[in-house]
């Protein structure tokens, strides 16, 4: 049987009432009436409650690490590949297809793609390249928009917040690109400006709207702004470039500093190839580890044997073993108990 047990507070605890006031009169203060106090012992959960009921999944979309009502990010440097990356993963999930080592998700949703910085011709020409075909997948354009109704969208504005929401079915993902372009009057390094939108994207969560935020790295190679923004995010991915000069492909690694969602092989750093064919661009994927992975993160001034391990989804013996060949080539060395990369001259 289940059992709510009743809250009782203690007489200590009770409000104190002044001489002469009525036996049903409200208190006071600042002479206005107190609102009264919800009751959230109706909506308590015994142990035994919570471990019986009946909850739906949360579906995945692609791979094990987005599903059904994430709030994400995906964040890199200027020019590092974020919105590429952001428009192939938004067609895989219209398309309900796997992309690289992400196992297609169950079934194709609708994709709502908020572009709040580029110009429609840029965008119409990833797209082509792309090969955005899907007739689940729908573009809202801050300059398209302008062009239209002469108004642009501002997520930090709650008339806006509320065509939006009115906008998204149930279920369906909603990228927005960028943080910074879509919003104004929030301040990006003050942690309480983002209540401006948390309670909303909240809400969307509750419909099972999947939110992907793309926004831009700050000169550590970290999110931009307050922190406080990562505190509800199921996932954080970011991205660096690793495209070579001269060459006719993009590159990118892409790896997870938060994942509530997934461990282990779907969590692992991942190279991405953008070959661009013309009016096409092909993408492969593969597993981003051994010694060249390694030497790229010390380089990147990652230098504790058991911070690269757990970044690259191994055991510190295999850090040891991978740095070892990297000191016998020059290109690595010890600094205390740390590893550091060598200047080449």
């Known amino acids: 049987m289940n059992h709510v047990i ?5 007489a200590a605890d009770l409000p104190v009432k002044a001489k002469g006031a009525a036996a049903d009169s ?3 203060a600042n002479n206005g009436t107190v609102p009264q106090a919800p009751d959230f012992t109706r909506s308590l959960l015994s142990a ?14 692609l791979g094990s690490w987005l599903r059904e009502g994430d709030l994400g990010y995906l964040f890199a440097p200027r020019g590092h590949g974020k919105t590429w990356l952001a428009m192939i993963i938004s067609n895989a999930v219209a398309e309900g297809s796997a992309l690289g080592s992400w196992s297609k998700g169950e079934g194709s949703r609708p994709v ?9 011709p840029d965008v119409q020409d990833r797209a082509n390249k792309i090969g955005i075909l899907s007739q689940n997948f729908h573009w809202l354009s801050n300059e398209h928009l302008y062009m239209e109704q002469a108004i642009s969208v501002n997520i930090a504005n709650p008339a806006h917040q509320a065509g939006l929401s009115a906008m998204l079915p149930d279920g369906s993902l909603f990228v927005i690109d960028n943080l910074s372009t879509s919003q104004n009057g929030m ?4 942690n309480d400006d983002f209540d401006k939108i948390k309670d909303w994207l909240l809400s969307l969560r509750r419909r099972g709207i999947t939110v992907m935020i793309i926004h831009h790295a700050g000169r550590n190679g970290e999110m931009r702004g307050g922190s406080r923004r990562e505190d509800p995010a199921h996932w954080i991915l970011s991205l660096k470039d690793a495209s070579e000069d001269g060459a006719r492909c ?15 092989r779907e969590a692992q750093p991942l190279r991405w190839t953008l070959l661009d ?6 993408i492969t994927c593969e597993a981003f580890n051994g010694t060249d992975a390694l030497l790229a993160h010390i380089r990147d001034g990652v230098g504790s044997a058991s911070d690269l391990a757990e970044m690259l989804n191994v055991k510190c013996s295999t850090i040891s073993k991978w740095a070892k060949k990297l000191m016998t080539a020059g290109l690595v060395r010890k600094k ?10």
Do not use: H
């Open 26 to 28: 409200p208190p006071s």
């Open 48 to 61: 035994d409650m919570l471990a019986s009921k009946d909850l739906p999944q949360r579906r995945p979309l």
């Open 6 to 10: 009743p809250f009782t507070p203690a």
């Open 112 to 120: 709502f793609y908020f572009d709040a910085e580029m110009n429609l």
């Open 187 to 190: 301040r990006e390094n003050e």
């Open 336 to 345: 205390g108990r740390d590893y550091e990369a060598v200047e080449t001259p």
């Open 277 to 282: 064919e013309g009016a096409r661009i092909s």
């Open 250 to 264: 993009k590159q990118f690694i892409t790896s997870f500093s938060k994942c509530r969602n997934c461990q282990g």
